[in-house]
């Protein structure tokens, strides 16, 4: 047993069910899930063959020992889409404990979701914690109408089509945002990641601290985690 073998939490998963046509719900199960600690918008990296571990945002987490994750099948299949094909309920599945500093600032005065099909995932989780009251906007691009995940509506939730625009920094140049900054939860491919960046804090004027960015893959890379 290796030194990572030590520290990973064993499941089994459950269940594999499409949420769209190209993202699929893995639920997993267990007794060892039970006290886990976590919090909204963080991420679990699951060991998906003998020698790769793969990052997968938490969409949901019951107490009472079940989590949901969402995996893209993203066309250049690597082993971590090629996992979520493959994988079937009952086998069994090991995975870190749920870690990353994407999560919610509860005292911003609104929240800004900005991402793509990947991002949703994590972005999901957050938006059901979010207190009722809550001003909270999200963009979220997408290859097509079809990858929408069912996520709960902010007041303005935004679907822009990779094909259709000039692009995610165009759409969100678009929005119109209250005058003074909130806090911005970015995630997704990593150049897109850094324009959103660039766009908040050059042209609107947010601090840095106000922009919270999860690079999740790019192109080229593998694994970027
Ligand atoms: C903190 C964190 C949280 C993440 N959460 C999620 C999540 O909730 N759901 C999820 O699906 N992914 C998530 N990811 C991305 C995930 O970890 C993998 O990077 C992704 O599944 C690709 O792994 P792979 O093994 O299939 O491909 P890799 O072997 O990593 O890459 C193979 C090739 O595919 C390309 N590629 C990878 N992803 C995409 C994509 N989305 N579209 C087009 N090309 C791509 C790569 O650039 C590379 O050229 C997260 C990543 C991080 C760092």
Not at 25 to 43: A, K, Y
Not at 129 to 136: E, G, S
């Amino acid at each position: 047993m290796s030194l990572l073998d030590m520290f990973l939490v064993r499941a089994t998963v459950a269940a594999i069910e499409p949420l769209t046509p190209r993202m699929r719900r893995i639920r997993v199960i267990g007794d060892s899930l039970r006290g886990v600690d976590w919090q909204p918008g963080q991420h679990v990296r699951v060991r998906v063959d003998d020698v790769r571990l793969r990052s997968y945002s938490i969409w949901d987490f019951s107490g009472g020992g079940q989590l949901d994750l969402c995996v893209f099948d993203h066309p250049r299949a690597g082993p971590g889409a090629r996992w979520s094909r493959h994988v079937r309920a009952e086998q069994p599945v090991a995975f870190t404990r749920p870690t990353g500093r994407l999560v919610l600032r509860n005292h911003a005065p609104y929240h800004l979701f900005v991402g793509d099909e990947t991002a949703a995932a994590a972005f999901g989780a957050m938006l059901r914690a979010l207190p009722t009251d809550a001003r909270a906007q999200a963009i979220i691009e997408i290859g097509s109408p079809a990858d929408r995940l069912p996520l709960p509506r902010p007041r303005d939730l935004q679907w822009t089509h990779r094909a259709k625009t000039g692009g995610i920094v165009a759409a969100l140049r678009e929005l119109d945002l209250p005058s003074e900054p909130g806090v911005a939860y970015v995630a997704g491919e990593a150049r897109d990641c850094q324009a959103i960046r660039r766009h908040l804090i050059v042209e609107r004027g947010w601090a840095h601290s106000c922009v919270i960015v999860k690079p999740f893959w790019t192109s080229g890379k593998r694994g970027l985690d």
